[in-house]
C-alpha cells in the first residue's frame, strides 16, 4: 500500500504562482513514475504531468512552459511547480503514483485562481 498526501493548494491571483507537495509513505520499496492530474468542476479528471524515478518528464500541452514537476526520490516526495495561472488552472490536483500494479491516489488539494 502506498499512501499520498498533497498539500499547497490555496487562492492565487492570476499569474500567482503556487507549489504542490505530495509526500508518498506506507509499505513500498521504491516509487516509480508519479503524476500530478487534475479535475475541475464539471471536467474529466486530465493528466498536468509525470515524472520518472530518473526525472524524465511529460507535461499536458496546457501547462507546458508554466508548470515544472519535480521529485525528491530521498523524501518519496513529489512537487509541482506552477507559475503563470491562470482561472482555467482551477481545479482540484491530485497526486498519483502506479506501484505493483495498482494506482494510488492522495485526497487531492485545491487550486483556485482568481481575481
Known amino acids: 500500500q502506498v499512501q499520498l498526501v498533497e498539500s499547497g493548494g490555496d487562492l492565487v491571483q492570476p499569474g500567482g504562482s503556487l507549489r504542490l507537495s505530495c509526500a508518498a509513505s506506507?509499505?513500498?520499496?521504491?516509487?516509480?513514475?508519479m503524476g500530478w492530474y487534475r479535475q475541475a468542476p464539471g471536467k474529466q479528471r486530465e493528466l498536468v504531468a509525470t515524472?520518472?524515478?530518473?526525472?524524465?518528464?511529460n507535461y499536458a500541452d496546457s501547462v507546458k512552459g508554466r508548470f515544472s514537476i519535480s521529485r525528491d526520490n530521498a523524501r518519496n516526495t513529489v512537487y509541482l511547480q506552477m507559475n503563470s495561472l491562470k482561472p482555467e488552472d482551477t481545479a482540484i490536483y491530485y497526486c498519483?503514483?502506479?506501484?505493483?500494479?495498482?494506482?494510488?491516489w492522495g485526497q487531492g488539494t485545491q487550486v483556485t485562481v482568481s481575481s
Open positions: 506506507g509499505s513500498f520499496s521504491s516509487i516509480y513514475t
Open positions: 498519483n503514483t502506479l506501484y505493483s500494479g495498482s494506482y494510488y
Open positions: 515524472i520518472t524515478r530518473n526525472r524524465n518528464t
